[in-house]
Antibody, heavy 120, light 112 residues
Framework: EVQLVESGGGLVQPGGSLRLSCAAS????????MTWVRQTPGKGLEWVAN????????NYLDSVKGRFTISRDNAKNSLYLRMSSLRAEDTAVYYC?????????????WGRGTMVTVSS | QSALTQPASVSGSPGQSITISCTGS?????????VSWYQHHPGKAPKLIIH???KWSSGVSNRFSGSKSGNTASLTISGLQAEDEADYYC????????????FGTGTKVTVL
């Protein structure tokens, strides 16, 4: 089955760190750009970061630059998001998504998300 | 980059048609035919419905259709069904490889 499954969310104190994982299956993971998108409570969706097939290009939302790091392990069909110096405003459901890049620009496969709560 | 503007809610009776608008600017919606639409039932994975303004995602019903005029894109759901009740989000290419996407504020569709 073609799917993405996120894990690693939880409750963390402000200033703390967390690593999210996304396990891909049913498709050739190494052929695709991958993205993290978040949904804050009561608000809409927000693109967070993306990464090229081989990991050589990474892009970030300005508000997470220097605090979040996106990475991937193609041998393990996995995508990661390392989050540090977490703030209350980072509280959200984090989704990983498969991205159609270069001229198409959309997400054709999503996971169910993992909840991150930043609170003391 | 500001979020694209969608109505907070739209409702309709079974069988009716509804349209959800998505208003951006000349920097995003107005400048590129790269608007996509996603259906999200809370607790489930969001699902791609439409990409590149009007192209159906594989397996999606042709009751869904997309269009664009100027800085506003639209999603129309024809023959509204109970299972269409969900949140809907538009998304546009934002013109930069380093900040490529801007999403809409989301619309809750209620089937009366």
């Amino acid at each position: 089955e073609v799917q993405l499954v996120e894990s690693g969310g939880g409750l963390v104190q402000p200033g703390g760190s967390l690593r999210l994982s996304c396990a891909a299956s049913g498709f050739t993971f190494s052929n695709y750009w991958m993205t993290w998108v978040r949904q804050t409570p009561g608000k809409g969706l927000e693109w967070v970061a993306n990464i090229k097939q081989d990991g050589s290009e990474k892009n970030y939302l300005d508000s997470v630059k220097g605090r979040f790091t996106i990475s991937r392990d193609n041998a393990k069909n996995s995508l990661y998001l390392r989050m540090s110096s977490l703030r209350a405003e980072d509280t959200a459901v984090y989704y990983c998504a498969r991205e159609r890049h270069y001229g198409s620009w959309y997400f054709d496969l999503w996971g169910r998300g993992t909840m991150v709560t930043v609170s003391s | 980059q500001s979020a694209l503007t969608q109505p907070a809610s739209v409702s309709g009776s079974p069988g009716q048609s509804i349209t959800i608008s998505c208003t951006g600017s000349r920097s995003d919606v107005g400048n590129y035919n790269l608007v996509s639409w996603y259906q999200h039932h809370p607790g489930k994975a969001p699902k791609l419905i439409i990409h590149e303004v009007s192209k159906w995602s594989s397996g999606v019903s042709n009751r869904f259709s997309g269009s664009k005029s100027g800085n506003t894109a639209s999603l129309t759901i024809s023959g509204l069904q109970a299972e269409d009740e969900a949140d809907y989000y538009c998304c546009s290419y934002a013109g930069s490889d380093t900040f490529p996407y801007v999403f809409g504020t989301g619309t809750k569709v209620t089937v009366l």
